[in-house]
């Protein structure tokens, strides 16, 4: 059949003569019609691809292959073209098929003039990828449900939405971390949101069935065809929970959800655990939430969730005014059911608080789970007695219970789960099970109210526990309804049951192990195991001579029978009226780390996992011991833990991170002091060490971590950016991974496809993996350099991205035989196989592409960051070069795609570069060329460009607050983006200036107070002035000024960290800020400032900035 006539019929079928411009996935291709069309592609000989009908067939195919057969992945056009029958098809003819395609199909899709423009396209015009809904349900879903809700409850902006969407993109999957992906998912959300807002389901029965009633054509809104279970599932989960929420509710900001996934394929589900988390949440609502006090969290702390003895970093908050904002981080499959899961907060590796949080309880083993029937993801509804709203619902079980329904017929869909466990269909009305003679009951119908989530909160102990609720004192019982209102459960609502009898919580006195239940109107709804000591009871650890003794003394316990796990350690018990006091000695070849100890309660038997108290430090990998003075890289670090031991009231342990430059006045120290604290996470001191490294260019440095107590340094790590390094035979024909001392040799299975090549100057040339070297059949533990000749300048070298070895990469020197094809001046300076011409012709381009956001180059450069971004940034030779030319820098973050949420975060992190010490001016000229070149005198691009500048500079501005300010001038100046704050200060700058320094200096409650009071000097050692000379700035006019406002003595030990934001803004608007990035003491200070309390810093400097400003005006 030819095209032409297949596009026809194609249109014909759905009441079309030609195409609307409606988006491709809106024509809702069959199963059929996407096979019959790819057979008649590969059917078509090259001539006929000239053909115009070619090219629309061609993207339609493009379209629905990204939906349905995009595999995950670095987004190439090779398996895409090749799936069209095309081979080895040029960026050229790829680019022209999409133009030619777009304009057949009259689509309204813009092609951006950077980015992935045009594989962007296809993207967006297929919609939402089918493996994404299927294979990321949790983390997809729990993202459009968080990005809902908080558009819904603070009245988002598109822009913001977008912005919502990419600061919760950690949940994402990581190759579909891409702004078309982002793209699709906000139009999905505004698709949710109006539902919502034009349609009354408030309230009713069936939501879904009254919609279909009121707008049949209601699946149509969104970027996906609903023709599968999952997407069907996903869609219509969001609609009904986005109309359940009321104006006045407020959902809860940290959510643990439970559930079952279903494959495709028909085999047993799997348990799976995920979380998720609003992007912004009051301080009130955060602290309530976990069960503390605003005043009790830091203003930067991070998130990690213990799932049993496991715990993973999930997100960070940083505190904004009264907001904090909540940065998700990826958490990997969880398939744990059973295990409790906890909420740890957490500062500089230390746990400052532990929160249980709805969905996370133990559950037993020996009760019914009941799960909503749906698929491909069943959400737990309850354990044990449930009433469930529907028609029917999913019990699991052990294989030995006993099942009666009394209106139909309870039916088994799998008898082969994990744990012996057994999956049935109930059906509606009541069925009623039993195991080892507990019964329980489980009630279906259409008309049940939702259960509300509900759990414990209390005062637990910093101890890993088996149950997993410990308390001191009595819990109370949080209830997070369906419509978001919380509230506690009344007294006489809640029972304690153990040895055989049950009373009151109010009249239970600290019982030990129990079982705490929550029982309203006759029905049980909650029925906990848990541990309940008295108020006052404690741990105390007291460490004995020597590495292998020491005793812990469990105060306020009751003298119960104990007995340990491992049988490398001797224990002695006894208790002595106030305490039960264990005797520890590890009798192996090397001391204990952790003692495994079982309580035996009446009740039953209650485990705990206790750190061992010898004297000293152990350092433990995902609980393997690592020897001291061991080399790691920073990605090494991650599951990496000190266990600290030290005599009770004398807890004071330090850690100290050290790092040498070329010269000896670029030593850098930073000191962490913690007390009272027996462990420390030191994954979570990776941010520290980056910051240190970063300050340095050279990309061999290494940060000495050392832990001290007493003025003894007990245990050291080395840790660096890489663990091996590519290394280059002399002969260039080989290559081989090297640790420095020696070439390593891995397995074949590990080595292969490890090793890939990418020419620079032609980063739209696909990658290529290195074939092995073998001798006689056996891998050499080499790799072959056998490198295309069909690309100009040279090659880099590196390991793929998801490799375990944090390689440095190495260059080849060029392997085209021509190199006479004209080259634009970013190729040509990637050409250069001179390092240090190299980067002066870098940088020469780099200014000219400033001037023009029109030129090919920006293309070339985006493609390029996309293919290596994995790569640490200061191994990248065109990064070094952006953060020396600040003006290029400015217009890469506001004109590509994906700049700003890659590399926003990772620039400073990696480099000697702040966003902060950028010119306001090279900003404003940014904003002014952007406006000029790319949207002079059309309305509509104007409004484009405008939304997706802003969208790009308030993802920065999540990082940096102060350069909102600066942002928002621009918008003002350039795009007609009104700003009241703006406005007045461009009439009156002086008005402006004096209400943020009263905000900042004036009473007991200004933000410098605050700051003090968050920071009190018993406890925080204040960061001092480093190589910044403080007392020169405080002899100018503007800092004179500042030292009376503040009323501090010249001398105060605060000062630095009171003037160091004033000093960088003053420094950054005259732009001198490149004199702080190359001196690396004097960037360390100013990190260290910030880092010590950015809420302080940022309005600070925000302050200076716009006072500089001001001066400059009058002027």
Not at 303 to 315: A, D, S
Not at 437 to 450: D, G, L, Y
Request: glycine share 6%.
């Amino acid at each position: 059949m030819p095209l032409v006539q297949w596009i026809s019929d194609f249109l014909s079928r759905r009441g079309l003569q030609e195409p609307d411009g409606r988006p491709l996935f809106a024509y809702k291709t069959s199963s059929e019609e996407f096979e019959t069309l790819r057979q008649l592609l590969h059917g078509l000989n090259l001539g006929q691809h000239a053909h115009p009908e070619y090219a629309q067939a061609w993207l339609l195919f493009a379209a629905e292959w990204w939906k349905r057969e995009y595999p995950g992945g670095a987004w190439r056009w090779g398996p895409l073209c090749e799936a069209a029958g095309q081979r080895k098809v040029s960026h050229e003819k790829t680019r022209s098929l999409v133009i030619d395609g777009r304009r057949q199909w009259r689509l309204q899709t813009t092609i951006k003039s950077e980015g992935k423009r045009f594989i962007g396209l296809v993207a967006v015009n297929g919609g939402l990828p089918m493996r994404l809904v299927e294979s990321a349900q949790g983390g997809l879903s729990g993202l459009l449900r968080m990005v809902s809700e908080q558009a819904l409850r603070y009245n988002l902006h598109d822009e913001q939405v977008h912005q919502a969407i990419e600061a919760q993109a950690a949940l994402l999957p990581a190759c579909y971390q891409q702004a078309p992906v982002y793209e699709l998912l906000e139009n999905l959300v505004k698709a949710v949101l109006h539902i919502r807002k034009t349609y009354s389901l408030q309230g009713a029965h069936d939501p879904i069935s009254k919609l279909r009633e009121e707008c049949p054509q209601w699946e149509e809104l969104f970027p996906i065809a609903l023709d599968s279970q999952a997407a069907a599932s996903l869609i219509k989960g969001l609609v009904k929970g986005i109309v359940s929420i009321t104006p006045q509710s407020r959902r809860p900001p940290f959510q643990i959800q439970r559930g079952l996934r279903f494959s495709s394929d028909g085999s047993a589900p799997v348990y799976e655990l995920s979380f998720a988390m609003q992007a912004q949440a009051a301080r009130e609502q955060v602290a309530e939430a976990l069960g503390t006090t605003g005043a009790a969290l830091p203003p930067h702390f991070q998130l990690l969730l213990r799932i049993g003895e496991r715990e993973y970093l999930v997100g960070e908050a940083l505190l904004r005014g009264e907001e904090y904002q909540l940065i998700a981080r990826p958490l990997p499959t969880i398939r744990s059911l059973h295990e409790p899961a906890q909420l740890i907060v957490s500062r500089w590796g230390a746990t400052l608080h532990i929160a249980n949080l709805p969905g996370g309880e133990a559950l037993s083993p020996d009760e019914p789970l009941i799960f909503e029937n749906a698929y491909p993801f069943a959400r737990l509804l309850a354990q044990g007695d449930a009433l469930v709203k529907g028609e029917s619902a999913l019990a699991l079980m052990p294989a030995k219970t006993i099942v009666f329904s009394e209106e139909g017929e309870a039916r088994e869909l799998y008898d082969c789960l994990a744990d012996e466990q057994v999956l049935i269909e109930l059906p509606a009305g009541v069925t009623r099970l039993t195991y080892r003679k507990q019964p329980f009951i489980v009630t279906i119908s259409t008309s049940a109210s939702h259960h509300p989530e509900a759990y414990w909160q209390g005062d637990s102990l910093e101890v890993l526990s088996v149950p997993g609720l410990l308390f001191r004192g009595k819990p109370r019982l949080r209830i997070e309804q369906a419509t978001g209102f919380t509230s506690h459960a009344p007294a006489h609502e809640l029972f304690v049951r153990a040895q055989g009898k049950e009373v009151s919580l109010a009249q239970a006195k600290a019982p030990g192990l129990c079982r705490l239940t929550w029982r309203k109107d006759g029905q049980r709804l909650m029925n906990n195991r848990a541990v309940l000591l008295p108020e006052d009871a404690s741990i105390a650890y007291v460490p004995g001579a020597s590495p292998f003794e020491g005793s812990v003394r469990l105060r306020l316990w009751p003298d119960i029978p104990v007995h340990c796990e491992n049988e490398q350690i001797e224990l002695k018990r006894h208790h002595d009226g106030a305490a039960l006091i264990l005797q520890l000695k590890s009798i192996g070849s090397r001391p204990a780390t952790t003692v495994p100890l079982c309580l035996q309660w009446p009740d039953g038997e209650q485990r705990l996992t206790l750190p061992f108290p010898g004297y000293g430090v152990t350092l433990l990998r995902n609980g393997i011991q690592l020897k001291s003075n061991q080399a790691l890289t920073i990605e090494d670090l991650v599951g990496c833990r000190a266990l600290l031991m030290s005599a009770q009231g004398a807890e004071n342990w330090l850690v100290r991170l050290t790092s040498s430059g070329d010269a000896s006045r670029s030593t850098l120290s930073q000191e962490i002091r913690y007390t009272g604290i027996r462990e420390i996470r030191l994954f979570e001191l990776i941010p520290a060490i980056q910051q240190m490294l970063s300050c340095h260019p050279r990309l061999d440095h290494v940060v000495q971590l050392e832990l001290i107590h007493s003025h003894q340094t007990h245990a050291r790590l080395q840790v660096g950016r890489y663990s091996t390094q590519l290394r280059l035979h002399s002969d260039r024909e080989m290559a081989s991974l090297s640790d420095g001392g020696r070439d390593l040799l891995l397995d074949q299975e590990e080595a292969e496809d490890l090793v890939h090549g990418l020419p620079l100057a032609e980063p739209e040339h696909d990658p290529v993996s290195l074939p092995l070297h073998f001798s006689e059949q056996v891998f050499t533990g080499n790799w072959k350099v056998s490198l295309p000749d069909d690309a100009v300048g040279p090659w880099l070298l590196y390991t793929r991205d998801d490799s375990p070895l944090h390689s440095r990469p190495t260059i080849v020197p060029s392997t085209a035989n021509d190199l006479s094809k004209p080259l634009s001046p970013l190729r040509k300076a990637l050409c250069e196989a001179n390092g240090e011409e190299r980067m002066h012709l870098l940088r020469a381009t780099l200014r000219l592409m400033a001037a023009d956001p029109k030129v090919e180059d920006w293309q070339i450069l985006e493609l390029l960051l996309d293919r290596l971004h994995h790569l640490p940034l200061a191994s990248l030779d065109i990064c070094q070069a952006l953060i020396r030319e600040p003006q290029a820098l400015a217009m890469a973050t506001l004109l590509l795609d994906d700049f700003s949420s890659r590399l926003a975060e990772r620039l400073p992190c990696e480099l000697p570069f702040e966003w902060l010490l950028i010119a306001p001016e090279h900003w404003f000229d940014t904003f002014a060329t952007l406006r000029q070149q790319l949207a002079a005198d059309d309305p509509r691009l104007l409004s484009l460009i405008r939304n997706d500048i802003q969208s790009k500079s308030q993802f920065l501005s999540r990082w940096q607050p102060a350069l909102h300010f600066i942002f928002d001038q621009g918008l003002h100046r350039s795009f007609d983006l009104q700003s009241r704050d703006v406005g007045l200060f461009l009439k009156n700058p002086a008005v402006l200036t004096t209400a943020w320094q009263s905000h900042l200096f004036d009473g007991e409650n200004s933000a410098m107070q605050q700051m003090f009071r968050r920071n009190p000097a018993e406890t925080h050692q204040y960061p001092g002035s480093g190589n910044t000379d403080v007392g020169a700035f405080l002899k100018t006019p503007h800092g004179h000024m500042l030292l009376r406002c503040s009323k501090l003595p010249a001398n105060d030990f605060k000062l630095a960290t009171v003037m160091l934001p004033f000093m960088a803004a003053f420094d950054t608007y005259a732009g001198r800020g490149r004199q702080w990035q190359a001196d690396p003491a004097r960037l360390f200070s100013l990190r260290n400032a910030r880092q010590f309390d950015s809420v302080w810093f940022d309005s600070a400097y925000q302050l200076g900035l716009a006072m500089a400003q001001a001066a400059s005006m009058q002027k």
